[in-house]
């Protein structure tokens, strides 16, 4: 409507009677709603920036301040040091205005000084991560270290005012560097499964070399950078692994989410998407105020929520040698696809936010649209999803100015872009190919039909399933998971009519999708065929298989006494070893949020412990409980990886940081080349949920999502991403390639089903076993109580789970940290309130009770 009015909203001609001004009233009047608007979200900024400043301590607690000082100056009592009087001296009188002047500055100064003692005391006891090494299972014990840590951060935390989304961003401690010694350390242990005697000899010659030699002076420079930035990795990360990548970003980088697929609140698509559109506009809201709940580990630990400035209004946009992220910090409209049209749909009206069911009615019109798209418009997108450079290329030729110009504006302004797809999303637990084409839908489409450059893209079906596509550069994974959490469970609160629209009435009529305009000559649309082709090679090359596990799910692994990530972790490293018959680098990503800026550090479950065991499960000779030995040292070694990359020890984003800055200086290393030349033929990542205490998975066991996935990283390997949907349910998202002749996605996903069984069978086995030798015991009881012979009572009772195979077979007793089970739902990470994530000691727990009572 806006842009309707815009050109003829100010016009002026100079005639003999001299200047003819024209405006239009309608026109003003949004400009001034804006300026309002804009200005409104200034002030809250600024007001939030303050208390986010001062947190712990209330704002409030100022005015508390000055009446003290204020009360004791005039009853009598003197400040130490005379501090009032002093600042009286520098003042133009002593009135009694200006004492009350030198009491609040005074007051100022104290409050000041009171807070960020505070603060820099929270922060330096964030530093401490022993809590995430504490021995959990029965008979363990917190350490007192712990106790006294938990009991100062809750005194420190629960200050007067509820925490605000930022509000912890100044008490978190940044990224530790770790020192080189213990870094080629980590490494030399991680490649030695993969490595033969001879290669392994190489690899360990090339470490003391590098450590010895350069490793000292690029070292040096990273300590500068850890104590001048606030986070040594986050932006090199963000430029070279992301923006500086010229491949296509569909399939190698962007990633999918899928619908909650056991339930379906409607099948209408403008119903779906104007509930989505609304709840992730509402969820917007909250950012802009910083009123979405800080995830909190155990109501006491906080994680980093930079990540969550760049959800909304932020585009890739591209660059011949790299890339930028742009954020625009307000935009009033979306963008929406639909059978190879663009539309410009304005979401704000009258200073709020449209309900559903007027954002249903815009979706109807679009979807009731017959217009047919302008040349080359309906594969405009392709060029998103090419060669970086070749959309840079055209981007600058023929998206410069005029009308093109404006459209892309308008794409790339917008909140985000949501895709009306004219096909159904399908989901039959009796046919696996439909949940796999739904997610090869959702990662690719069509090649064209998502803006790959936007933060995400929403994509709704004909019979109401819907999807997300998102870029990767600008977050991880976890952020988005947490949107999309809300978006569900905020749906199933709101709730559709009979009829399965939205509910409610339009107070108005919704302002009219606008149609965007493209001038598109025949050199670009060249450009866009041969980014399509590009595309297209892509998509048809991907094997993707969707596999729901059913047999059993989170509920088993806790019975087992298993860290749930750990066992599947496991049961992918015996599948991958059965696929390829060898072991391969293998990652998966945790995060590093407990710090600053912090994103994603890189596990390396192939350990020497999961390879013993793996092998171990493919000999006959080996003993059940052998094998469960083995498998709970892999289990140990998994769960210490994992906590030590959540506190910065991690191996690759160290050796990353020290490749650049040998590139820096222009020094060649060929240990650093051989690390990062390592093709990663296995990279795994886990799916998080429960991050947002919208959803009630307890009251709507249904609403989980079924996760989402991602492209291969190697083109010989893998891409798997699970979730544990559950106490009986599991999804696995596997992608390869097709012109590999060593992967295929399917018989992957049944060698993964294979090794859950076996896994299964191996604990039911040993459990067999344990009850066996349980009811020999009893049985021998009688005998040992008729015999008179203390010493053979001695014997007896020393002999009940006393082998040391007993011993260190048993899972339940197993020393297996806590920090893993913390975080073990995070993608990159990432993070959450998690099942896991809450899930501390019982004496945690106990010790929080405790402390809430003091």
């Not at 500086?244 to 998407?273: C, E």
């Not at 998102?470 to 559709?496: K, N, Q, R």
């Not at 149609?515 to 866009?528: G, M, P």
């Amino acid at each position: 409507m806006a842009e309707a009015h815009s050109a003829v909203a100010f016009s002026f001609a100079i005639t003999h009677e001299g200047w003819d001004v024209n405006f239009d009233r309608e026109v003003l009047n949004l400009v001034w709603s804006s300026g309002v608007r804009s200005w409104k979200k200034r002030l809250a900024r600024f007001k939030n920036s303050v208390k986010n400043g001062v947190y712990p301590a209330p704002l409030q607690s100022l005015w508390a301040m000055v009446a003290i000082i204020t009360s004791l100056h005039f009853a009598g009592f003197k400040m130490p040091y005379s501090l009032t009087d002093k600042i009286l001296t520098l003042l133009p009188g002593k009135t009694l205005e200006w004492q009350f002047t030198a009491c609040t500055i005074m007051a100022i100064v104290i409050w000041l000084t009171v807070i960020y003692t505070l603060r820099y005391t929270l922060k330096l006891l964030l530093m401490y991560k022993g809590w995430m090494y504490e021995q959990r299972g029965k008979n363990r014990q917190v350490s007192l270290k712990t106790k006294l840590w938990l009991l100062a951060v809750k005194i420190l935390s629960s200050g007067g005012n509820k925490p605000l989304l930022y509000s912890y961003q100044g008490s978190l401690p940044r990224l530790p560097l770790p020192p080189v010694e213990e870094t080629m350390k980590r490494y030399l242990r991680s490649v030695r499964p993969l490595y033969d005697d001879e290669k392994y000899t190489k690899v360990e010659k090339l470490a003391e070399e590098f450590q010895s030699g350069i490793a000292t002076k690029l070292q040096r420079y990273l300590v500068l950078k850890s104590w001048w930035s606030s986070n040594y990795v986050s932006d090199w990360w963000e430029e070279y692994v992301y923006l500086r990548g010229r491949s296509p970003l569909i399939v190698n980088s962007n990633f999918y989410g899928i619908d909650a697929i056991l339930m379906s609140p409607t099948q209408s698509q403008a119903a779906r998407a104007a509930m989505i559109i609304h709840t992730c506009l509402q969820y917007r809201r909250l950012i802009e105020r910083q009123e979405l709940e800080p995830i909190l580990i155990q109501g006491l630990v906080p994680l980093c929520s930079w990540q969550y400035e760049r959800v909304f209004n932020t585009t890739r946009v591209p660059g011949v040698e790299t890339d930028k992220i742009v954020h625009y910090n307000d935009t009033k409209h979306i963008v929406v696809y639909h059978k190879g049209r663009y539309f410009k749909v304005y979401i704000y009206h009258q200073n709020r936010i449209l309900h559903p069911c007027e954002i249903e009615i815009q979706m109807q019109m679009i979807l009731e649209d017959t217009s047919a798209p302008a040349a080359g418009e309906e594969r405009l997108a392709a060029l998103t999803a090419g060669e970086r450079t070749a959309w840079a290329n055209a981007r600058t030729e023929f998206f410069f100015k005029g009308t093109n110009r404006q459209s892309l504006d308008a794409v790339e302004k917008a909140a985000f872009v949501v895709a009306l797809d004219d096909i159904p999303y399908e989901f039959d637990e009796n046919d696996p190919s439909k949940l796999d084409q739904y997610g090869k839908i959702l990662l690719c489409g069509k090649g064209y039909d998502r803006w790959f450059d936007k933060s995400f893209t929403l994509c709704f079906s004909t019979n109401g399933r819907i999807g997300f596509n998102a870029e990767h550069s600008w977050a991880d994974a976890p952020v988005m998971g947490h949107l999309w959490e809300f978006c569900i469970g905020t749906e199933i609160e709101s709730g559709y009519g009979p009829d399965g629209h939205t509910l409610g009435t339009p107070e108005f009529n919704p302002p009219k999708p606008v149609r965007l305009q493209w001038e598109l000559n025949a050199s670009c649309q060249s450009a866009i065929e041969r980014s399509y082709q590009v595309v297209q090679g892509l998509c048809n090359d991907i094997d993707l298989r969707i596999f729901m596990h059913t047999a059993y799910g989170k509920g088993l692994m806790k019975e087992c006494r298993v860290s749930p990530d750990a066992y599947i972790q496991m049961a992918l490293q015996l599948a991958y070893f059965r696929d390829a018959g060898k072991f391969s680098l293998t990652y998966e990503a945790s995060m590093t949020r407990l710090y600053r800026e912090g994103r994603t550090e890189t596990v390396r479950p192939c350990t020497i412990e999961s390879a013993k065991w793996v092998r171990a499960m493919e000999d006959k000779n080996v003993t059940t409980e052998q094998r469960i030995k083995l498998l709970n040292d892999a289990c140990l070694q998994h769960q210490r990886g994992y906590q030590d990359a959540m506190c910065g020890k991690g191996i690759d984003r160290h050796l990353f940081c020290l490749y650049v800055v040998s590139k820096y200086l222009e020094v060649d290393s060929p240990f650093l080349k051989e690390v990062l030349s390592e093709p990663w033929r296995l990279s795994t990542s886990q799916t998080p949920h429960g991050q947002t205490s919208r959803l009630d998975l307890k009251k709507h066991p249904k609403c989980i999502s079924a996760g989402g996935g991602f492209g291969p990283v190697a083109d010989d390997g893998y891409g798997v991403s699970y979730i544990i949907a559950g106490e009986d349910l599991l999804f696995f998202h596997i992608s390869s390639k097709k012109s590999s002749p060593v992967t295929d996605s399917s018989r992957f996903a049944l060698a993964v089903e294979k090794a859950l069984d076996d896994l299964k069978n191996l604990f039911a086995d040993w459990k067999r076993i344990q009850n066996q030798k349980k009811h020999s015991a009893n049985a021998s009881k009688p005998e040992v109580a008729n015999s008179n012979n203390s010493h053979t009572k001695k014997l007896e009772s020393n002999h009940v789970g006393s082998k040391p195979e007993e011993v260190l077979s048993r899972p339940n007793e197993q020393k297996i940290p806590n920090g893993k089970d913390c975080q073990s739902s995070f993608l990159d990470s990432e993070s959450g309130k998690s099942d896991k994530l809450s899930r501390f000691d019982s004496e945690l727990l106990e010790t929080k009770q405790f402390i809430n009572k003091v």
